[in-house]
């Protein structure tokens, strides 16, 4: 059984010039326990598809079947199995790490001590525990992204969002957070689906590569496969060859950690 089935899933937003058409109808089907890269150049829809698929974004056209539930008519049956983590975080300034995690298990629907286990889980996983007290305003920016990442893994999903997790961070950190998505995966069964500009990353990491270009899906399969199918010796020949372009400079500046 999948645990993401999509059909026709499109998305057509209205400007003052007219409909901009984002996502063109995109097919896909995610199995439970994969790790999913999302490829394809600025502008060609992932953003968009995962904010439908986490119900962030209604579609305007199309179905799909999100964690068993009904992406149109069960949304909030669909927000109860997933976890979402944003390309920029939203925590507030005024709380601690520790508040930022209590109130997140909280809101779902945890009771206080188990909360309080959670967040301290969560915070061993990501390197947190000895920040645990401290301020979300004085967290540098690699930090601030792990609390992001803990605040997505609070409820312990089935499946996981991920919008671009790792930009920014040294490659120490970006190491440190492709082992933990392997983790999820190995010894919790927790499906992921991520966006990424980072080649390598997703060589690295994804079990699957589903490339989107101008709204719909170009190319999918394993790394392998597509540069198999390409007779590329790199992902880079690979995606050059399904999109004709590069992928979206991603921002190389380490964040300090």
Known sequence: MAIISTSGLSRTFRTKRGEVTAVRGIDLTVRPGEILGFLGPNGAGKTTTLRMLSTLLAPTGGAATVAGHDLLRDPVGVRRKIGYVAQSGGVDPQETVRSELLLQGR????????????????????DLTEL???????????????????????HRPEL????????????GSRTALWALVRRL???????VVLTTHYLDEADALADRLVVIDHGVVAAEG????????????????????????????????????
Request: no cysteine; net charge negative; proline share 6%.
């Open 107 to 126: 809101l779902h629907g945890l009771g206080r001590a188990e909360a309080a286990d959670r967040a301290a889980e969560v915070a061993r996983d990501l």
């Open 132 to 154: 645990l007290d401290r301020g979300t305003t004085a967290l540098s920016g690699g930090q601030r992204r792990r609390l992001d990442i803990a605040l997505g893994l609070t």
């Open 160 to 171: 996981l969002f991920l919008d671009e997790p790792t930009t920014g961070l040294d490659p």
């Open 185 to 191: 995966r190995d010894e919790h069964g927790t499906t």
């Open 222 to 257: 394993s790394p392998a496969a597509l540069r198999a199918a390409h007779g590329a010796d790199t992902l880079q020949d690979a995606f050059l060859a399904v999109t004709g372009r590069g992928p979206a400079p991603a921002d190389q500046t380490p964040v300090a950690v």
